[in-house]
Structure formats: C-alpha cells, structure tokens
C-alpha cells in the first residue's frame, strides 16, 4: 500500500515521470518513541525550534519495550522505507529493563532480514534522553539520510498484507 | 513440554515458495510457552514471509493463524473450513503437530516450520533445555531424579564410562558427565548405596519398538 488512509505517511508528492521521481526520493520512516525519554526530546526539539526531516513520523509507546518484531516488519510491510525504536538512556528505562529488550528485538529483526534478503540497516535502535531535543533531531536526520542512500521499501506501493 | 525452534527462514521459503495460498499456523501449546511456535511467531513468520515474496517476486499469499493446540482433534475442526481456502498449512507446531495436520487435512500439503528438539524444561528466561527423552520406562527413582538416559552420553545404567574427566563429558567440556550429577545427588542425599545394585540391561522395546506407542485409559474414553 501507499497510503491507506494515513496521507500523513506519504511523503512522496504525485506526477512527474518514474526517473524524476526517483530523483526526489523521500524516505518514509516511522519512529517508535518512548513516552518517557525520545518523545519528550521531540517536543524539545520542538521548543528549541530545532530542524529535523518531516520525513520521520512518531509513533509513541509507554516504554520502547513495547515494541516486538511484529511491529517493525508491520511498519515494513505497509511502506515505511526505515524503521527505529528510540529509547531511554541505558539504565535509566523507566521499566527497568525495556530498552534492553528493544535492542534485542531490534537485534533479531535485523537478523531476520538479512535471512529474507532485506537489508537489515533499514531497522535501528537508538537511546535518546528526554533532556536531549539535539540528539533527537541528530538521529532523525542520521537515519533519514541512511535511508535515502539505501533506497525505497521494495514493499512500497504494493498490497503486502491481505 | 515440547521445546523446539524454527528453522532458517530461506529453509521454510524453500519448501512452500511453490505454494499459491499459505496458511502458517502456529500452536498455542508447548510451542507457545518456548515461543518457537505460537501465535505471535506465526503472525512475525508470515510477515517475513511476505516481505521475502516481495523481494523474490514470489506470487504467494502468506496468513497467519493459531490455535489452542495441534494435537488435538477438536481444535483441528474448528479451523476446518479455513483450512479448505488454502493450498499448503505451514504448522509451526512440534512435530506432533505436523502429523496431526497432515492426517486430519488429507488434501492439503503440510510443513514443518520448527525442529523438534525433545522434551524440556525453561531454565531461565529464553533458554529451554531437554530432560526426558521418553524412553517410556522410568528409572528416576534409581538415580536421584537425574536421568541416565537423557543426560549420559551413553545413556548407561550403571555408572559413567572411563570418558568422565573433571565432571564433565567426552564429548565436549560443556557437557556434565551424567552419571557424575547422580553421584554427586546421591552423596548429597545420603543414598549412594543405589549404587551398589547392577542394573539389567534396559528394555528398550518399550521406547520406539514394535510401532506407535499408545496410551489408553478406559476411564477417559467416551
């Protein structure tokens, strides 16, 4: 699918030919964002006017913990060209342990998708503390700029789920 | 309970990659519990599966389903109909589950998604290990609750074999000597004189000999 109703995730703009298109490839990636710590750190990116991508759209979730391997290939299969998970800070989850779990989630998608032949670089984990709105705008651009160089979703635009 | 794991993904894609409609159907027993096999792997798999068809070109259709167990008759015909909308079934249940399947939905290509490792034990979160491997005629009672059969090598009956060094088995230095744990649980337990008694050789007709093993209770049948 393109779209699917979440217009918001479409950052490709309609017309021009397929070469013109490609040219302005504009990634579409999904960030999971801990409540406690990298979605406090938006909204101080925020205050500090602080520039990130628009490509980047926020999913918050109570701990980064939430997040399982169902939830990053979903992103995958419905077009996100990246997905990350932001976390706390190692040691300081709110939940004691979520963040580990995360990474290690992470960790065994990113193994699932080199078995697939996907490249596993268009899943990532990232620690950002709530107190930190330059490290929230760093990542997003960091990853925005991976994501265009590896190029679009092969899934993108495609019926993936039935 | 049955612990198992799934096997490689390109393994899996192999098998079902010539199939039009595939149902991967996960099990809500022991599988579940090892999380080898259970709903939630069945949904991840058939995800991973799609997005490998979207890169391979496959036309295949994947769907994920799960039911409460596969070696059980009456929760195989609560998916009956389902069944009927596909082509292949991709059981991530244990090998039991395999089989069922197979014989309950005679028209439809079944296939294994896990290996079955044997009967287990979770000894901390994420790791399972075997205890029994259901030699059908227990002898624990003899041996301090640690299994011979299961946890020596060799599956002797009356002490360890000259390969015992340091505790541990010939086979590896990660693998206790078996018959050094009784030992030792025995000492512990005041009751080496278990010991003193030779063992006959094992019956082992009653382990995988002369068919199917069958369990009746006249009490239970309807």
């Given at each position: 699918m393109v779209d699917d109703g979440a217009?918001?995730?479409?950052a490709e703009r309609p017309g021009g030919d397929v070469a013109e298109r490609e040219a302005r490839f504009e990634p579409k990636i999904v960030a999971f964002c801990c409540y406690y710590c990298a979605y406090s750190a938006a909204d101080l990116a925020g205050s500090m006017r602080l520039q990130y991508p628009p490509n980047v759209r926020l999913i918050e979730v109570p701990c980064s913990g939430r997040v399982d391997p169902a939830l990053l290939l979903r992103a995958l299969e419905e077009g996100a060209d990246g997905v990350y998970v932001a976390g706390c800070m190692e040691g300081d989850c709110h939940f004691q342990q979520g963040n580990f779990r995360a990474k290690r989630r992470v960790g065994a998608v990113k193994r699932l998708l080199a078995q697939i032949g996907w490249?596993?670089?268009r899943v990532e984990m990232y620690n950002v503390p709530a107190s930190d709105g330059a490290r929230f705008a760093q990542v997003a651009r960091e990853f925005t700029e991976r994501i265009r160089q590896l190029g679009p979703n092969p899934a993108r635009g495609r019926k993936v789920r039935s | 309970m049955i612990i198992a794991e799934q096997k490689p993904i390109p393994e899996i894609a192999a098998q079902v990659r010539q199939c039009r409609r595939v149902l991967v159907l996960g099990c809500g027993g022991c599988v579940t519990v090892c999380q080898a096999g259970g709903e939630k792997e069945a949904e991840i798999l058939a995800s991973a599966l799609r997005l490998m068809g979207v890169r391979e070109g496959w036309d295949t259709q994947f769907d994920a389903a799960a039911i409460t167990r596969q070696c059980d008759p009456e929760y195989l015909e609560g998916i009956a109909r389902k069944v009927a909308e596909y082509d292949c079934i991709l059981s991530l249940g244990c090998g039991v589950g395999v089989n069922f399947l197979a014989e309950r939905f005679r028209r439809t290509w079944v296939v294994p998604g896990l290996n079955t490792k044997g009967a287990g034990a979770t000894l901390e979160a994420g790791v399972w290990e075997e205890r029994c491997l259901a030699c059908g005629d227990c002898i624990l009672h003899l041996t301090g609750g640690i299994c011979p059969i299961t946890r020596c090598s060799k599956s002797l009956l009356n002490g360890p074999c000259g390969g015992s060094q340091g505790g541990k088995c010939e086979i590896s230095p990660e693998v206790a000597c078996g018959w050094q744990l009784i030992y030792d649980r025995l000492k512990e337990l005041d009751r080496l004189d278990l010991l003193l008694e030779i063992r006959e050789p094992k019956d082992w007709s009653r382990t995988h000999d002369g068919g199917l093993r069958r369990v009746v209770k006249e009490e239970a049948r309807l």
């Open positions: 217009g918001a995730l479409t490249e596993p670089e | -």
